[in-house]
Protein backbone atom coordinates (compact mmCIF):
# COMPACT_ATOMS: atom_id res chain seq x y z
CA UNK A 1 0.00 0.00 0.00
CA UNK A 2 2.60 2.11 0.93
CA UNK A 3 4.37 1.38 -2.71
CA UNK A 4 1.16 2.32 -4.36
CA UNK A 5 0.85 5.82 -2.81
CA UNK A 6 4.31 6.90 -3.18
CA UNK A 7 4.17 6.10 -6.81
CA UNK A 8 1.08 7.53 -7.45
CA UNK A 9 2.32 11.22 -5.53
CA UNK A 10 4.95 11.05 -7.62
CA UNK A 11 4.97 13.97 -10.02
CA UNK A 12 1.25 14.26 -8.86
CA UNK A 13 -0.83 11.77 -11.26
CA UNK A 14 -0.38 8.68 -14.23
CA UNK A 15 -2.06 11.46 -16.20
CA UNK A 16 0.11 13.88 -16.14
CA UNK A 17 2.82 12.94 -18.28
CA UNK A 18 2.42 13.05 -22.37
CA UNK A 19 -1.31 13.44 -22.01
CA UNK A 20 -1.27 13.04 -25.84
CA UNK A 21 0.03 10.32 -26.24
CA UNK A 22 -2.13 8.13 -24.22
CA UNK A 23 -5.28 8.68 -26.68
CA UNK A 24 -6.20 6.05 -28.34
CA UNK A 25 -9.44 5.89 -31.05
CA UNK A 26 -12.54 5.25 -29.39
CA UNK A 27 -15.85 4.53 -30.60
CA UNK A 28 -15.24 3.66 -33.98
CA UNK A 29 -18.60 2.47 -35.10
CA UNK A 30 -20.60 5.45 -34.00
CA UNK A 31 -17.86 7.51 -36.56
CA UNK A 32 -18.52 5.16 -38.95
CA UNK A 33 -22.82 5.75 -38.68
CA UNK A 34 -21.83 9.04 -37.97
CA UNK A 35 -20.13 9.82 -41.45
CA UNK A 36 -22.63 7.49 -42.92
CA UNK A 37 -25.31 10.01 -42.05
CA UNK A 38 -23.27 12.61 -42.61
CA UNK A 39 -23.13 11.30 -46.57
CA UNK A 40 -26.34 11.06 -46.83
CA UNK A 41 -27.38 14.72 -45.25
CA UNK A 42 -25.11 15.93 -48.09
CA UNK A 43 -27.40 13.80 -50.48
CA UNK A 44 -30.30 15.80 -49.40
CA UNK A 45 -28.38 18.99 -49.29
CA UNK A 46 -27.47 18.76 -52.67
CA UNK A 47 -30.97 17.85 -53.89
CA UNK A 48 -32.53 20.44 -52.58
CA UNK A 49 -30.08 23.35 -54.20
CA UNK A 50 -30.73 21.37 -57.38
CA UNK A 51 -34.30 21.51 -56.97
CA UNK A 52 -35.53 24.09 -54.63
CA UNK A 53 -35.62 27.56 -54.85
CA UNK A 54 -36.03 29.77 -50.92
CA UNK A 55 -37.85 32.61 -53.03
CA UNK A 56 -41.10 29.95 -53.10
CA UNK A 57 -41.03 30.75 -49.46
CA UNK A 58 -40.25 34.66 -48.83
CA UNK A 59 -41.82 35.84 -52.36
CA UNK A 60 -45.35 37.34 -52.76
CA UNK A 61 -47.95 35.98 -54.97
CA UNK A 62 -49.96 37.78 -57.74
CA UNK A 63 -53.26 37.76 -58.54
CA UNK A 64 -52.77 35.24 -61.05
CA UNK A 65 -51.25 32.86 -58.88
CA UNK A 66 -47.52 33.49 -59.97
CA UNK A 67 -44.59 33.46 -57.54
CA UNK A 68 -42.90 37.13 -57.93
CA UNK A 69 -39.17 36.95 -58.83
CA UNK A 70 -39.60 33.22 -59.56
CA UNK A 71 -42.04 32.29 -62.10
CA UNK A 72 -41.08 33.21 -65.51
CA UNK A 73 -43.70 35.69 -66.35
CA UNK A 74 -42.50 37.65 -63.23
CA UNK A 75 -38.87 36.61 -62.80
CA UNK A 76 -37.39 40.37 -63.27
CA UNK A 77 -40.60 41.41 -60.66
CA UNK A 78 -39.95 40.38 -56.85
CA UNK A 79 -41.93 42.95 -55.57
CA UNK A 80 -45.38 42.26 -54.44
CA UNK A 81 -47.86 45.52 -54.49
CA UNK A 82 -51.64 46.60 -54.20
CA UNK A 83 -52.78 48.76 -56.38
CA UNK A 84 -54.96 51.75 -55.96
CA UNK A 85 -58.84 51.61 -56.55
CA UNK A 86 -59.78 54.78 -55.30
CA UNK A 87 -60.22 58.17 -57.33
CA UNK A 88 -57.49 60.26 -58.36
CA UNK A 89 -56.44 62.54 -55.38
CA UNK A 90 -58.68 60.67 -52.67
CA UNK A 91 -57.90 58.87 -49.86
CA UNK A 92 -55.81 55.32 -50.73
CA UNK A 93 -58.20 52.30 -51.46
CA UNK A 94 -55.66 49.36 -51.87
CA UNK A 95 -57.26 46.23 -53.94
CA UNK A 96 -56.24 43.90 -51.32
CA UNK A 97 -57.42 40.57 -53.11
CA UNK A 98 -55.43 41.39 -56.21
CA UNK A 99 -52.22 42.32 -55.50
CA UNK A 100 -49.58 42.49 -58.79
CA UNK A 101 -45.83 41.70 -59.06
CA UNK A 102 -43.64 44.71 -59.85
CA UNK A 103 -40.12 45.28 -60.66
CA UNK A 104 -39.46 47.67 -57.83
CA UNK A 105 -41.78 49.55 -55.21
CA UNK A 106 -42.52 52.82 -55.99
CA UNK A 107 -40.45 55.26 -54.71
CA UNK A 108 -43.11 58.15 -55.23
CA UNK A 109 -46.13 59.66 -56.04
CA UNK A 110 -47.07 60.11 -59.69
CA UNK A 111 -45.46 57.08 -61.01
CA UNK A 112 -47.17 54.96 -63.26
CA UNK A 113 -47.65 51.11 -62.87
CA UNK A 114 -49.00 49.31 -65.99
CA UNK A 115 -50.09 46.29 -64.52
CA UNK A 116 -52.79 47.71 -62.55
CA UNK A 117 -54.88 48.27 -65.50
CA UNK A 118 -56.45 44.59 -65.67
CA UNK A 119 -56.79 45.02 -61.61
CA UNK A 120 -58.73 48.39 -61.08
CA UNK A 121 -58.95 50.19 -64.02
CA UNK A 122 -57.33 53.22 -65.78
CA UNK A 123 -57.51 55.07 -62.75
CA UNK A 124 -55.56 52.87 -60.59
CA UNK A 125 -52.29 53.38 -62.77
CA UNK A 126 -51.13 55.84 -61.01
CA UNK A 127 -48.62 54.58 -58.42
CA UNK A 128 -48.62 55.78 -54.60
CA UNK A 129 -45.28 56.10 -52.62
CA UNK A 130 -44.40 53.30 -50.84
CA UNK A 131 -41.50 51.23 -48.90
CA UNK A 132 -39.88 47.57 -49.42
CA UNK A 133 -40.64 45.63 -46.29
CA UNK A 134 -38.44 43.11 -45.91
CA UNK A 135 -37.13 43.38 -49.55
CA UNK A 136 -40.33 41.80 -50.68
CA UNK A 137 -43.48 44.00 -50.00
CA UNK A 138 -45.00 47.32 -51.07
CA UNK A 139 -46.15 48.76 -48.15
CA UNK A 140 -48.16 52.42 -47.97
CA UNK A 141 -46.03 55.17 -46.87
CA UNK A 142 -46.93 55.68 -43.46
CA UNK A 143 -46.91 59.63 -43.31
CA UNK A 144 -48.81 59.75 -46.40
CA UNK A 145 -51.24 56.77 -46.51
CA UNK A 146 -52.07 56.21 -42.77
CA UNK A 147 -55.66 54.33 -43.96
CA UNK A 148 -54.55 52.26 -46.38
CA UNK A 149 -51.72 51.16 -43.81
CA UNK A 150 -54.31 50.71 -41.60
CA UNK A 151 -55.91 48.53 -43.91
CA UNK A 152 -52.86 46.37 -44.90
CA UNK A 153 -52.43 46.44 -40.60
CA UNK A 154 -55.55 44.41 -40.67
CA UNK A 155 -54.89 42.06 -43.65
CA UNK A 156 -51.64 40.52 -44.60
CA UNK A 157 -49.65 41.22 -41.77
CA UNK A 158 -52.04 40.67 -38.82
CA UNK A 159 -50.04 40.05 -36.09
CA UNK A 160 -47.54 42.72 -36.53
CA UNK A 161 -48.37 46.61 -36.82
CA UNK A 162 -47.02 48.05 -40.32
CA UNK A 163 -45.00 50.35 -37.67
CA UNK A 164 -43.27 47.27 -36.90
CA UNK A 165 -42.66 46.01 -40.10
CA UNK A 166 -41.64 49.05 -41.34
CA UNK A 167 -38.75 49.50 -38.45
CA UNK A 168 -37.94 45.67 -39.12
CA UNK A 169 -36.80 46.18 -42.94
CA UNK A 170 -34.27 48.65 -41.93
CA UNK A 171 -32.42 46.44 -40.22
CA UNK A 172 -30.82 44.86 -43.36
CA UNK A 173 -29.50 48.26 -43.98
CA UNK A 174 -28.40 49.02 -40.41
CA UNK A 175 -25.44 45.83 -40.74
CA UNK A 176 -22.37 48.22 -40.03
CA UNK A 177 -23.71 49.15 -37.06
CA UNK A 178 -24.63 45.21 -36.00
CA UNK A 179 -20.96 44.45 -37.19
CA UNK A 180 -20.21 46.84 -34.96
CA UNK A 181 -22.13 44.97 -32.11
CA UNK A 182 -20.63 41.96 -32.48
CA UNK A 183 -16.92 43.80 -32.38
CA UNK A 184 -18.63 45.39 -29.62
CA UNK A 185 -19.66 41.96 -27.60
CA UNK A 186 -16.04 40.62 -28.15
CA UNK A 187 -14.57 43.42 -26.26
CA UNK A 188 -16.93 43.34 -23.41
CA UNK A 189 -16.58 39.83 -23.23
CA UNK A 190 -12.98 39.67 -22.70
CA UNK A 191 -13.53 42.46 -20.00
CA UNK A 192 -15.64 40.68 -18.14
CA UNK A 193 -13.28 37.89 -17.72
CA UNK A 194 -10.42 40.10 -16.92
CA UNK A 195 -12.73 40.97 -14.24
CA UNK A 196 -13.28 37.78 -13.37
CA UNK A 197 -9.79 36.93 -13.07
CA UNK A 198 -9.15 39.53 -10.51
CA UNK A 199 -12.50 39.78 -8.54
CA UNK A 200 -14.66 37.19 -8.81
CA UNK A 201 -15.49 36.93 -5.19
CA UNK A 202 -16.69 40.80 -4.83
CA UNK A 203 -18.77 40.23 -7.96
CA UNK A 204 -20.63 37.54 -6.57
CA UNK A 205 -21.06 39.12 -3.11
CA UNK A 206 -22.26 41.94 -4.73
CA UNK A 207 -24.80 40.41 -6.88
CA UNK A 208 -25.80 38.20 -3.64
CA UNK A 209 -26.30 41.49 -1.84
CA UNK A 210 -28.26 43.25 -4.81
CA UNK A 211 -30.55 40.52 -4.75
CA UNK A 212 -30.90 40.00 -1.00
CA UNK A 213 -32.10 44.10 -0.96
CA UNK A 214 -33.77 44.13 -4.08
CA UNK A 215 -36.26 41.23 -3.00
CA UNK A 216 -36.44 43.32 0.55
CA UNK A 217 -37.14 46.65 -0.62
CA UNK A 218 -39.99 45.75 -3.30
CA UNK A 219 -41.70 43.62 -0.81
CA UNK A 220 -41.29 46.69 1.77
CA UNK A 221 -42.33 49.11 -1.56
CA UNK A 222 -45.19 46.50 -1.90
CA UNK A 223 -46.55 46.92 1.82
CA UNK A 224 -46.19 50.40 2.57
CA UNK A 225 -48.07 50.80 -1.15
CA UNK A 226 -51.14 47.93 -0.19
CA UNK A 227 -54.53 48.99 -1.38
CA UNK A 228 -53.17 51.78 -3.63
CA UNK A 229 -51.13 49.65 -6.08
CA UNK A 230 -53.66 49.64 -8.93
CA UNK A 231 -53.38 53.55 -9.11
CA UNK A 232 -49.90 53.66 -10.42
CA UNK A 233 -50.78 50.93 -12.84
CA UNK A 234 -50.31 52.31 -16.17
CA UNK A 235 -53.65 52.83 -18.29
CA UNK A 236 -53.11 49.68 -21.08
CA UNK A 237 -52.80 47.53 -18.44
CA UNK A 238 -55.88 45.96 -17.50
CA UNK A 239 -56.44 44.98 -13.23
CA UNK A 240 -57.25 41.21 -13.03
CA UNK A 241 -60.92 40.75 -12.26
CA UNK A 242 -61.64 40.48 -8.61
CA UNK A 243 -58.23 42.32 -7.94
CA UNK A 244 -59.70 45.52 -6.45
CA UNK A 245 -61.67 44.10 -3.78
CA UNK A 246 -58.99 42.05 -2.28
CA UNK A 247 -56.14 44.52 -3.29
CA UNK A 248 -54.45 45.39 -0.05
CA UNK A 249 -54.85 41.39 1.43
CA UNK A 250 -53.02 40.25 -2.44
CA UNK A 251 -50.41 43.19 -2.00
CA UNK A 252 -49.54 42.18 1.76
CA UNK A 253 -49.55 38.46 0.84
CA UNK A 254 -46.83 39.40 -2.43
CA UNK A 255 -44.95 41.47 0.26
CA UNK A 256 -44.48 38.78 2.54
CA UNK A 257 -43.60 36.54 -0.18
CA UNK A 258 -40.48 38.89 -0.86
CA UNK A 259 -39.27 38.99 2.79
CA UNK A 260 -39.21 35.55 2.93
CA UNK A 261 -37.02 34.96 -0.49
CA UNK A 262 -34.92 38.07 0.90
CA UNK A 263 -34.40 36.20 4.55
CA UNK A 264 -33.82 32.69 2.72
CA UNK A 265 -31.45 34.13 0.43
CA UNK A 266 -29.60 35.81 3.44
CA UNK A 267 -30.11 32.52 5.33
CA UNK A 268 -28.29 30.48 2.48
CA UNK A 269 -25.39 33.37 1.48
CA UNK A 270 -24.31 33.09 5.95
CA UNK A 271 -24.10 29.33 5.85
CA UNK A 272 -22.84 28.73 2.50
CA UNK A 273 -20.21 32.01 2.89
CA UNK A 274 -17.12 29.57 3.14
CA UNK A 275 -18.43 27.42 -0.10
CA UNK A 276 -19.32 30.26 -2.18
CA UNK A 277 -15.78 32.18 -1.59
CA UNK A 278 -13.96 28.64 -2.61
CA UNK A 279 -16.47 28.57 -5.70
CA UNK A 280 -15.12 32.03 -6.63
CA UNK A 281 -11.81 31.28 -6.31
CA UNK A 282 -12.03 28.31 -8.51
CA UNK A 283 -13.80 30.59 -10.75
CA UNK A 284 -10.66 32.99 -10.98
CA UNK A 285 -8.35 29.95 -11.19
CA UNK A 286 -10.39 28.63 -14.55
CA UNK A 287 -10.44 31.83 -15.98
CA UNK A 288 -6.32 32.07 -15.02
CA UNK A 289 -5.56 29.14 -16.62
CA UNK A 290 -7.68 30.19 -19.61
CA UNK A 291 -5.00 33.27 -19.60
CA UNK A 292 -2.04 30.57 -19.44
CA UNK A 293 -3.04 29.03 -22.67
CA UNK A 294 -3.41 32.18 -25.02
CA UNK A 295 -4.84 29.91 -27.79
CA UNK A 296 -7.84 29.84 -25.43
CA UNK A 297 -8.81 33.45 -25.71
CA UNK A 298 -9.63 32.71 -29.58
CA UNK A 299 -12.02 30.13 -28.66
CA UNK A 300 -15.27 32.14 -27.92
CA UNK A 301 -14.95 33.62 -31.52
CA UNK A 302 -14.03 30.93 -32.95
CA UNK A 303 -17.32 29.05 -31.29
CA UNK A 304 -18.98 32.09 -32.54
CA UNK A 305 -18.03 31.99 -36.04
CA UNK A 306 -18.03 28.78 -36.58
CA UNK A 307 -21.24 27.78 -35.00
CA UNK A 308 -23.27 30.75 -36.21
CA UNK A 309 -21.87 29.98 -40.00
CA UNK A 310 -22.66 26.13 -39.59
CA UNK A 311 -26.72 27.33 -38.21
CA UNK A 312 -26.71 29.34 -41.05
CA UNK A 313 -25.97 27.02 -43.68
CA UNK A 314 -27.95 24.17 -42.28
CA UNK A 315 -31.13 26.54 -42.08
CA UNK A 316 -30.73 27.60 -45.55
CA UNK A 317 -30.97 23.70 -46.76
CA UNK A 318 -34.42 22.99 -44.64
CA UNK A 319 -35.61 25.91 -46.44
CA UNK A 320 -34.52 24.44 -49.44
CA UNK A 321 -36.08 21.22 -48.90
CA UNK A 322 -39.04 22.59 -47.95
CA UNK A 323 -39.27 24.29 -51.25
CA UNK A 324 -39.01 21.48 -53.05
CA UNK A 325 -42.63 20.31 -52.32
CA UNK A 326 -45.64 21.75 -53.84
CA UNK A 327 -46.86 24.78 -53.08
CA UNK A 328 -50.15 26.47 -53.10
CA UNK A 329 -52.66 29.53 -52.02
CA UNK A 330 -55.60 30.73 -52.37
CA UNK A 331 -54.62 32.86 -55.42
CA UNK A 332 -53.31 29.35 -57.12
CA UNK A 333 -56.31 27.26 -56.08
CA UNK A 334 -59.31 28.53 -53.97
CA UNK A 335 -60.16 25.03 -52.61
CA UNK A 336 -56.77 24.97 -51.36
CA UNK A 337 -56.26 23.44 -47.78
CA UNK A 338 -55.81 26.47 -45.27
CA UNK A 339 -55.34 26.63 -41.50
CA UNK A 340 -56.63 29.10 -39.10
CA UNK A 341 -53.80 31.71 -39.73
CA UNK A 342 -54.09 30.98 -43.72
CA UNK A 343 -58.06 31.63 -43.64
CA UNK A 344 -57.72 34.81 -41.30
CA UNK A 345 -54.83 36.42 -43.39
CA UNK A 346 -56.42 35.43 -46.87
CA UNK A 347 -60.03 36.99 -45.76
CA UNK A 348 -58.10 40.37 -45.92
CA UNK A 349 -55.68 40.38 -48.08
CA UNK A 350 -54.05 37.98 -50.67
CA UNK A 351 -50.36 37.22 -51.82
CA UNK A 352 -48.74 36.71 -48.70
CA UNK A 353 -50.09 33.05 -47.50
CA UNK A 354 -49.37 30.38 -49.02
CA UNK A 355 -48.84 26.25 -47.76
CA UNK A 356 -46.25 23.54 -48.70
CA UNK A 357 -48.12 20.06 -49.15
CA UNK A 358 -45.89 17.14 -47.75
CA UNK A 359 -46.44 14.18 -48.03
CA UNK A 360 -45.52 11.03 -45.82
CA UNK A 361 -41.87 10.90 -47.68
CA UNK A 362 -40.75 14.45 -47.47
CA UNK A 363 -42.02 14.53 -43.78
CA UNK A 364 -39.91 11.90 -42.82
CA UNK A 365 -36.87 13.54 -44.99
CA UNK A 366 -37.29 16.80 -43.13
CA UNK A 367 -37.80 15.29 -39.76
CA UNK A 368 -34.32 13.28 -40.53
CA UNK A 369 -32.58 16.31 -41.99
CA UNK A 370 -33.81 18.31 -38.46
CA UNK A 371 -32.37 15.24 -36.65
CA UNK A 372 -28.65 15.52 -38.77
CA UNK A 373 -28.60 19.44 -38.39
CA UNK A 374 -29.24 19.13 -34.89
CA UNK A 375 -26.68 16.27 -34.28
CA UNK A 376 -23.73 18.55 -36.89
CA UNK A 377 -24.94 21.51 -34.08
CA UNK A 378 -24.73 19.22 -31.11
CA UNK A 379 -21.24 17.65 -32.15
CA UNK A 380 -20.13 20.93 -32.80
CA UNK A 381 -20.51 21.83 -29.42
CA UNK A 382 -19.20 18.60 -27.96
CA UNK A 383 -16.24 19.09 -29.63
CA UNK A 384 -15.55 22.54 -28.43
CA UNK A 385 -16.26 21.14 -24.84
CA UNK A 386 -13.51 18.65 -25.49
CA UNK A 387 -11.23 21.40 -26.43
CA UNK A 388 -11.23 22.87 -23.23
CA UNK A 389 -11.70 20.13 -21.44
CA UNK A 390 -8.29 18.66 -22.87
CA UNK A 391 -6.62 22.30 -22.36
CA UNK A 392 -8.08 21.79 -18.61
CA UNK A 393 -6.52 18.24 -17.85
CA UNK A 394 -2.92 19.94 -19.13
CA UNK A 395 -3.03 22.88 -17.17
CA UNK A 396 -3.74 20.81 -14.15
CA UNK A 397 -1.61 17.91 -14.44
CA UNK A 398 1.40 20.54 -15.65
CA UNK A 399 4.28 20.28 -13.11
CA UNK A 400 4.90 22.99 -10.54
CA UNK A 401 8.06 25.15 -11.51
CA UNK A 402 10.13 26.08 -8.74
CA UNK A 403 8.88 29.59 -8.49
CA UNK A 404 5.08 28.02 -7.32
CA UNK A 405 3.66 28.98 -11.26
CA UNK A 406 1.85 26.31 -13.43
CA UNK A 407 4.77 24.98 -16.12
CA UNK A 408 2.22 24.98 -18.98
CA UNK A 409 2.82 24.60 -22.58
CA UNK A 410 -0.37 26.42 -23.32
CA UNK A 411 0.27 28.05 -26.98
CA UNK A 412 -1.03 25.46 -29.05
CA UNK A 413 -3.72 24.28 -26.33
CA UNK A 414 -6.37 25.00 -28.90
CA UNK A 415 -5.65 23.58 -31.65
CA UNK A 416 -3.74 20.24 -29.69
CA UNK A 417 -7.16 19.56 -28.27
CA UNK A 418 -9.24 19.96 -31.59
CA UNK A 419 -6.48 17.61 -33.15
CA UNK A 420 -6.99 14.75 -30.57
CA UNK A 421 -10.81 15.08 -30.66
CA UNK A 422 -11.48 14.99 -34.48
CA UNK A 423 -8.58 12.30 -35.13
CA UNK A 424 -9.15 9.74 -31.87
CA UNK A 425 -12.56 10.85 -30.31
CA UNK A 426 -14.95 12.05 -33.11
CA UNK A 427 -17.11 8.50 -32.43
CA UNK A 428 -17.37 8.77 -29.26
CA UNK A 429 -18.38 13.11 -29.72
CA UNK A 430 -20.57 12.00 -32.08
CA UNK A 431 -22.05 9.26 -29.59
CA UNK A 432 -22.64 11.79 -26.88
CA UNK A 433 -24.06 14.85 -29.29
CA UNK A 434 -26.46 12.61 -31.07
CA UNK A 435 -28.53 11.53 -27.58
CA UNK A 436 -28.75 15.47 -27.27
CA UNK A 437 -29.81 15.51 -30.81
CA UNK A 438 -32.66 13.02 -30.32
CA UNK A 439 -34.16 15.07 -27.52
CA UNK A 440 -33.98 18.22 -29.12
CA UNK A 441 -36.09 16.57 -32.75
CA UNK A 442 -38.22 15.28 -30.34
CA UNK A 443 -38.52 18.73 -28.23
CA UNK A 444 -39.17 20.17 -31.94
CA UNK A 445 -41.81 17.71 -33.16
CA UNK A 446 -44.07 18.35 -29.95
CA UNK A 447 -43.80 21.81 -30.54
CA UNK A 448 -44.50 21.23 -34.14
CA UNK A 449 -47.91 18.90 -32.84
CA UNK A 450 -48.68 21.57 -30.93
CA UNK A 451 -49.09 24.44 -32.92
CA UNK A 452 -50.56 22.10 -35.44
CA UNK A 453 -53.36 21.75 -33.17
CA UNK A 454 -53.45 25.67 -32.78
CA UNK A 455 -53.76 26.44 -36.27
CA UNK A 456 -56.13 24.05 -36.79
CA UNK A 457 -58.78 25.24 -34.25
CA UNK A 458 -58.97 20.97 -33.15
CA UNK A 459 -57.09 21.94 -29.69
CA UNK A 460 -58.39 19.11 -27.51
CA UNK A 461 -57.42 20.17 -23.75
CA UNK A 462 -56.43 16.32 -23.13
CA UNK A 463 -54.01 16.28 -25.97
CA UNK A 464 -52.83 19.68 -25.00
CA UNK A 465 -52.25 18.40 -21.55
CA UNK A 466 -50.18 15.53 -22.81
CA UNK A 467 -48.30 16.81 -25.05
CA UNK A 468 -47.09 19.57 -22.54
CA UNK A 469 -45.92 16.37 -20.04
CA UNK A 470 -44.19 14.41 -22.52
CA UNK A 471 -42.60 17.87 -23.89
CA UNK A 472 -41.48 18.26 -20.15
CA UNK A 473 -39.81 14.85 -20.22
CA UNK A 474 -38.41 15.26 -23.14
CA UNK A 475 -36.71 18.80 -21.72
CA UNK A 476 -35.19 16.93 -18.20
CA UNK A 477 -34.17 14.31 -20.11
CA UNK A 478 -32.01 16.15 -22.37
CA UNK A 479 -30.93 18.19 -19.06
CA UNK A 480 -29.49 15.26 -17.72
CA UNK A 481 -28.03 14.34 -20.75
CA UNK A 482 -26.08 16.95 -21.26
CA UNK A 483 -24.85 17.13 -17.51
CA UNK A 484 -23.77 14.64 -18.45
CA UNK A 485 -21.70 14.40 -21.28
CA UNK A 486 -19.84 17.31 -20.54
CA UNK A 487 -18.27 15.49 -18.12
CA UNK A 488 -17.79 12.45 -19.88
CA UNK A 489 -15.79 14.43 -22.54
CA UNK A 490 -13.40 15.92 -19.34
CA UNK A 491 -13.08 12.26 -18.80
CA UNK A 492 -12.47 11.31 -22.41
CA UNK A 493 -9.83 13.94 -22.54
CA UNK A 494 -8.47 12.40 -19.10
CA UNK A 495 -8.52 8.90 -19.61
CA UNK A 496 -9.68 8.02 -23.73
CA UNK A 497 -12.15 5.78 -22.47
CA UNK A 498 -15.36 5.22 -24.86
CA UNK A 499 -18.32 7.27 -24.73
CA UNK A 500 -19.87 4.58 -22.37
CA UNK A 501 -17.35 4.11 -19.68
CA UNK A 502 -17.31 7.42 -19.94
CA UNK A 503 -20.36 8.46 -19.06
CA UNK A 504 -20.89 5.97 -16.45
CA UNK A 505 -17.15 7.38 -14.60
CA UNK A 506 -19.29 10.81 -14.65
CA UNK A 507 -21.95 9.68 -13.24
CA UNK A 508 -20.23 8.21 -10.20
CA UNK A 509 -18.01 11.64 -9.85
CA UNK A 510 -21.26 13.58 -10.24
CA UNK A 511 -22.54 11.88 -7.35
CA UNK A 512 -19.58 11.93 -5.20
CA UNK A 513 -19.15 15.59 -5.69
CA UNK A 514 -22.73 16.61 -6.04
CA UNK A 515 -22.08 19.40 -3.31
CA UNK A 516 -18.99 20.73 -5.08
CA UNK A 517 -20.23 20.55 -7.83
CA UNK A 518 -23.88 22.52 -7.24
CA UNK A 519 -22.13 25.23 -5.59
CA UNK A 520 -19.53 25.81 -8.23
CA UNK A 521 -22.27 25.27 -11.06
CA UNK A 522 -24.11 28.30 -8.73
CA UNK A 523 -21.71 30.69 -8.88
CA UNK A 524 -20.53 30.39 -12.48
CA UNK A 525 -24.20 30.62 -13.63
CA UNK A 526 -24.49 34.08 -11.72
CA UNK A 527 -21.49 35.15 -14.05
CA UNK A 528 -22.85 33.86 -17.02
CA UNK A 529 -26.16 35.45 -16.57
CA UNK A 530 -24.74 39.04 -15.45
CA UNK A 531 -21.83 38.68 -18.19
CA UNK A 532 -24.63 38.10 -20.71
CA UNK A 533 -26.86 40.95 -19.16
CA UNK A 534 -23.87 43.28 -19.41
CA UNK A 535 -22.98 42.27 -22.48
CA UNK A 536 -26.17 42.19 -24.26
CA UNK A 537 -26.78 45.62 -22.97
CA UNK A 538 -23.81 47.15 -23.82
CA UNK A 539 -24.25 46.15 -27.54
CA UNK A 540 -27.57 47.91 -27.53
CA UNK A 541 -26.79 50.74 -26.28
CA UNK A 542 -23.76 51.27 -28.53
CA UNK A 543 -26.53 50.02 -31.70
CA UNK A 544 -28.85 52.90 -30.18
CA UNK A 545 -26.46 55.76 -30.30
CA UNK A 546 -25.02 54.76 -33.29
CA UNK A 547 -28.24 54.48 -34.98
CA UNK A 548 -28.68 58.43 -34.49
CA UNK A 549 -25.63 59.36 -36.26
CA UNK A 550 -25.92 61.60 -39.44
CA UNK A 551 -24.68 58.11 -41.51
CA UNK A 552 -28.04 56.18 -40.26
CA UNK A 553 -30.52 59.21 -39.80
CA UNK A 554 -30.40 60.68 -43.23
CA UNK A 555 -33.61 59.12 -45.54
CA UNK A 556 -31.16 59.39 -49.01
CA UNK A 557 -28.50 57.30 -46.62
CA UNK A 558 -28.02 53.33 -48.56
CA UNK A 559 -27.66 52.62 -44.64
CA UNK A 560 -30.90 54.76 -43.08
CA UNK A 561 -32.70 53.46 -40.26
CA UNK A 562 -36.28 54.34 -38.98
CA UNK A 563 -35.65 54.28 -35.58
CA UNK A 564 -32.91 52.56 -33.28
CA UNK A 565 -34.76 50.66 -30.87
CA UNK A 566 -35.42 47.21 -33.29
CA UNK A 567 -31.38 47.57 -34.29
CA UNK A 568 -30.49 48.27 -30.59
CA UNK A 569 -32.83 45.02 -29.66
CA UNK A 570 -30.73 42.79 -32.54
CA UNK A 571 -27.72 44.04 -31.36
CA UNK A 572 -28.41 43.17 -27.86
CA UNK A 573 -29.29 39.50 -28.85
CA UNK A 574 -26.08 39.40 -31.25
CA UNK A 575 -24.09 40.67 -27.78
CA UNK A 576 -25.73 37.95 -25.58
CA UNK A 577 -25.25 35.28 -28.55
CA UNK A 578 -21.51 35.99 -28.53
CA UNK A 579 -21.46 36.64 -25.00
CA UNK A 580 -22.97 32.99 -24.04
CA UNK A 581 -19.79 31.71 -25.83
CA UNK A 582 -17.47 33.70 -23.45
CA UNK A 583 -19.02 32.31 -20.63
CA UNK A 584 -19.15 28.54 -21.49
CA UNK A 585 -15.65 28.99 -21.60
CA UNK A 586 -14.71 29.47 -18.05
CA UNK A 587 -18.02 27.65 -17.22
CA UNK A 588 -16.32 24.24 -18.74
CA UNK A 589 -13.66 24.88 -17.90
CA UNK A 590 -14.11 25.09 -14.13
CA UNK A 591 -16.31 21.56 -14.21
CA UNK A 592 -13.22 20.35 -15.97
CA UNK A 593 -10.61 21.39 -13.04
CA UNK A 594 -13.14 20.24 -11.30
CA UNK A 595 -13.83 16.90 -12.38
CA UNK A 596 -9.87 16.55 -12.61
CA UNK A 597 -9.33 16.79 -9.20
CA UNK A 598 -12.52 14.11 -8.79
CA UNK A 599 -10.56 11.51 -10.48
CA UNK A 600 -7.32 11.66 -8.65
CA UNK A 601 -9.01 11.86 -5.55
CA UNK A 602 -11.10 8.43 -6.42
CA UNK A 603 -7.81 6.71 -6.99
CA UNK A 604 -6.68 8.37 -3.70
CA UNK A 605 -3.58 10.31 -4.81
CA UNK A 606 -2.42 13.06 -3.35
CA UNK A 607 -3.25 15.54 -6.10
CA UNK A 608 0.03 18.14 -5.09
CA UNK A 609 -0.46 20.07 -8.42
CA UNK A 610 -4.15 20.65 -7.91
CA UNK A 611 -5.14 24.65 -7.25
CA UNK A 612 -5.46 25.03 -3.83
CA UNK A 613 -8.97 26.40 -4.79
CA UNK A 614 -10.39 23.25 -5.56
CA UNK A 615 -9.23 21.90 -2.47
CA UNK A 616 -10.68 24.05 -0.48
CA UNK A 617 -14.03 23.90 -2.75
CA UNK A 618 -14.20 20.18 -2.25
CA UNK A 619 -13.45 19.87 1.21
CA UNK A 620 -15.93 22.81 2.48
CA UNK A 621 -18.84 19.90 0.77
CA UNK A 622 -17.56 17.08 3.11
CA UNK A 623 -15.15 15.78 0.70
CA UNK A 624 -11.83 14.92 1.60
CA UNK A 625 -8.64 12.85 -0.60
CA UNK A 626 -9.19 9.13 0.36
CA UNK A 627 -6.40 7.62 2.29
CA UNK A 628 -3.93 5.14 0.04
Request: net charge negative; charged share 15%.
Amino acid sequence: MLKEHESSSDSGSEYGSHLKSRHHCTDIPCCLVFAAFLAAFSVLYGYGIQNGNVKKIFHGIDYQGKICGVDAEVATKPYLYWCDKGALGSSLKLSLSKPICVESCPADTGVMVPDCVPVVGLEGMTAYKSIAVMNRYCMPDTEKSKKATAALEEGPMADSSQKFLEDLSSIPASWPVLLGAFFVAVFLGYVWMLLMRCCAGPLIWSTIVLVIVGFGALGAYMFVNAGQMSQNFPDNVKVPEGYGQHEETATKVIAGFLFVCSFVCLCMACCFRSSIDAACACVEVAVEAIFEMPSLLFAPILKAVVKGSFALILIFGFFLLLSTAPMTSPLMDPNSKTNLVGQAVSSQAQGVYRHFELTGQQKGILVGYVFVAFWIECFLNALYQFIIAYAMAEYYYAPIDEHGDKDVPGCCALFDGAQVGIFYHTGSLAFGSALVAIFSTLQLIIAAIEYQQKASGTSNPVVTAILSCVGSIVTCFKWIVELINRNAYVDIAITSNDFCSAAKNAVGLIIQLAGSMAVLNGATIVFSIFGCLLVGIGCGAFAFFAAQTATFTDPTSTYFIVTPVPVAIVSGFIGISVAACFMMVFDMASDALLYCYGVDMKKGKASPNAPEALKDLVHNQGHGEEES
